[in-house]
């Protein structure tokens, strides 16, 4: 007994020490510089500082209510100034603190203006968006919650209709006859018979309330993010440190949450929590962490900034194992993700399949051999639909329906339409066939030229190329790199126009004609302007009919859902609410595969986890040393053997569209 004892203790110091020797904490540090932050992490409000050297909160507000309704209507929709008849228009802010105030007005004229009973000295009018007149005002007349502004003289006032409206308008526009003695809210018009909302709005030169930034899910063992990880007995602490201005503690707080899967969910990871006072999260629940960096202003006049964050992990390390190992290939998407709340078609809506079947559009794409071949025939069928100018929007607006808007009427001729109902057909085409789409109106903006009056394009995401890509189905073209023959993005083209402009060399491009059209590409220099960039936030127009632009393209761009895109080089006009200045916000990425090799205790055994944004997503594929693919989990094991080992993943969507994969191949040694 006495022996065996001896010898228990002696197998147990022994473990001890192999545990102290292989099992080390292996402390490691990430610095995230304010620019790699923004490539990196999802941001929502927040903008780098000019210089680039910091991280803040977005500059500018418009305070509006009449967008629902605001754009082209078919019915009379305009207030007539003139002595004794004036309006009133309220607006709801929050806080008035600004450095600068904007009045807007469409379609203005010779105005008079008092804000809160205080009158407004008014300069000569300056022009934003394509009809509005806008003015500095004093923002002291300004005050929390409703503000009264009352707007006389001669000219003309746009009414947003509320029979033209999907949502509810406030009511708070109101008509006066007798010189402001008294008010009629929601009798508008000459003839006093229109409820709905002036176009007045206000732009406020203020920083957003609040902001956020969500990083990317990090592997406490490989901040790094290295193809291959260590073994790990335990997570050990997680230190942040902000460098932060005006302090770390003002304005910008931290949260974290943790887990034992690279996707975050409820089953296997942590709820939001605060950091501690020093940053620290003493016990990750696992080994993987993620970080979110809320902003707050107390003073709309100032922001927070951001310039650095450094992340420390002290990882407790088992033996490891993957060191014997060798990487001979591979290949990880890395997936981008956006902040705007996007919204896709749903491949299995049933009017995809009626689209498809009906208008027989497999014949239509018959002896394509590639996602391009597909995507150009459709767009050359898109545009020999109905010829040019043969339509009926002078008398009705169509659904966003291709169904509707290809429909015969009495006359012989389809509903029809321009550019949007062209494009809005070749999206639901190409939906038919498992393809992802966007609409994104193009004009000129505050950059003045090319003259144009807009066009309503759509890009499809291509798996094949790995990007957004812009076929047009009104013309039946593309641009492409002459080089790669790879097509290009409206932001690629607009990047190339921008430099044409400056009189710069441009990177070349070439359009492909795919059919011939009666619209012809003329050239960046000539009358088509990509400055301006609106994206509507959502693409499921046959499942949900609203919120969309009141008939799109026939007048301005004054909805206030779009989603801009904003650079210093062509600054957004002043009517637009939501601008996006992060490069993946707007040129975000799907149908990706990214996996993440978990090394278990067992040697040569990974927990390979899969992370995706496929929109419909069915189930991801894998395919083992180039045997038969096979659906597998969103985590499952791989266990490997003494030579090459390769891995292959990737997802696949409802519609049976295989997505883009990754791989690795290792190369483990023999027994």
């Not at 292989?22 to 932050?37: E, F, M, V, Y």
């Not at 680039?52 to 100034?81: C, H, M, R, T, W």
């Not at 997503?617 to 003494?642: C, N």
Request: hydrophobic content about 35%; aromatic content about 8%.
């Amino acid at each position: 007994m006495h022996a065996g004892l001896r010898a228990s203790r002696t197998s147990l110091a022994s473990a001890v020490l192999a545990a102290l020797v292989l099992c080390p904490a292996k402390a490691a540090t990430l610095h995230l510089s304010a620019r790699t932050i923004n490539e990196r992490a999802v941001t929502s409000n927040i903008t780098l500082s000019k210089d680039g050297s910091a991280l803040q909160l977005q500059s500018g507000e418009v305070i509006q209510d009449d967008g629902p309704a605001s754009g082209f209507s078919y019915k009379p929709n305009q207030e007539k100034l003139s002595p004794g008849i004036e309006i009133r228009k309220q607006l709801l802010i929050s806080d008035p603190r600004a450095g600068k105030a904007v009045l807007m007005v469409a379609i203005g004229g010779d105005l008079k203006v008092e804000v809160n009973g205080h009158p407004q000295k008014l300069g000569a009018p300056q022009k934003t968006g394509w009809e509005w007149q806008a003015y500095t005002i004093d923002p002291a007349a300004l005050k929390p919650g409703l503000n009264d502004i009352v707007i006389s003289g001669t000219g003309m006032v746009k009414i947003a209709r509320a029979d033209d409206s999907y949502a509810p308008l406030p009511h708070r526009s109101a008509r006066s006859t007798d010189g402001g003695k008294s008010w009629c809210v929601d009798r508008l018009g000459p003839s006093g018979d229109i409820a709905g909302e002036y176009y007045v709005r206000l732009y406020l030169e203020h920083f957003k309330p609040s902001g956020s930034i969500l990083l990317p899910v990090m592997d406490v063992a490989n901040l790094e993010g290295k193809p291959l990880s260590p073994p790990l007995t335990a997570p050990g602490p997680l230190r942040v440190s902000v460098s932060a201005a005006p302090d770390p503690k003002s304005g910008v707080t931290l949260r974290v949450r943790s887990g034992t899967s690279y996707v975050p969910e409820p089953k296997t990871w942590s709820e939001w929590m605060p950091l501690d006072r020093d940053g620290c999260l003493k016990a990750p629940r696992g080994r993987f962490v993620q970080l979110d960096v809320k902003f707050a202003a107390a003073d709309p006049r100032l922001t927070p900034q951001l310039s650095e964050l450094a992340i420390n992990t002290e990882p407790v390390l088992a033996s490891d194992w993957t060191r014997s190992l060798k990487l001979v290939d591979s290949h990880n998407e890395e997936i981008v993700r956006t902040s705007i709340p996007f919204r896709y078609e749903p491949f299995t809506e049933p009017k995809l399949k009626e689209l498809r079947t009906r208008y027989h559009l497999d014949e239509v794409v018959g002896g394509a051999k590639t996602d391009l071949d597909i995507i150009s025939k459709l767009a050359a069928w898109s545009s020999r639909n109905w010829p040019w100018q043969q339509w009926h929007l002078d008398q009705f607006y169509p659904s966003w329906d291709a169904l509707e808007i290809l429909k015969k009427l009495p006359d012989g001729k389809p509903v029809g339409g321009f550019c949007q109902q062209y494009d809005l057909v070749f999206l639901q085409a190409c939906e038919s066939f498992g393809f992802v789409g966007r609409d994104i109106s193009i004009d000129s903006g505050t950059l003045g030229r090319p003259t144009v009056v807009g066009h309503e394009p759509m890009e499809i995401w291509s798996n094949q190329f790995h990007k957004w890509i812009w076929i047009d189905g009104t013309a039946a073209y593309y641009p492409e790199d002459p080089a790669t023959h790879t097509p290009l993005s409206l932001y690629e083209v607009r990047q190339r126009q921008l430099r044409v402009l400056r009189g710069e060399q441009p990177a070349p491009m070439h359009i492909v004609h795919i059919v011939d059209s009666v619209l012809q590409w003329r050239g960046l220099d000539v009358d088509m302007s990509f400055a301006e960039m609106r994206l509507i936030p959502r693409s499921n127009f046959l499942e949900q009919k609203y919120p969309i632009p009141l008939n799109n393209g026939k007048g301005p761009w004054t909805w206030n859902g779009f989603y801009v895109w904003s650079d210093a080089e062509v600054p957004p006009e002043l009517v637009h609410a939501n601008l996006v200045t992060r490069y993946g916000n707007f040129e975000w990425t799907l149908d990706q595969a990214h996996y993440v090799l978990e090394p278990t205790a067992t040697d040569g055994e990974f927990r390979v986890h899969l992370d995706t944004e496929t929109p419909g997503f069915d189930t991801f594929l894998a395919q083992i040393d180039g045997g038969e693919q096979s659906p597998v989990a969103a985590i499952f094991p791989w266990k490997l053997h003494p030579g090459r080992n390769r891995l292959k993943v990737w997802p696949r969507n409802n519609a049976g569209r295989d997505g883009i994969a990754s791989w690795v191949e290792l190369e483990m040694p023999g027994s």
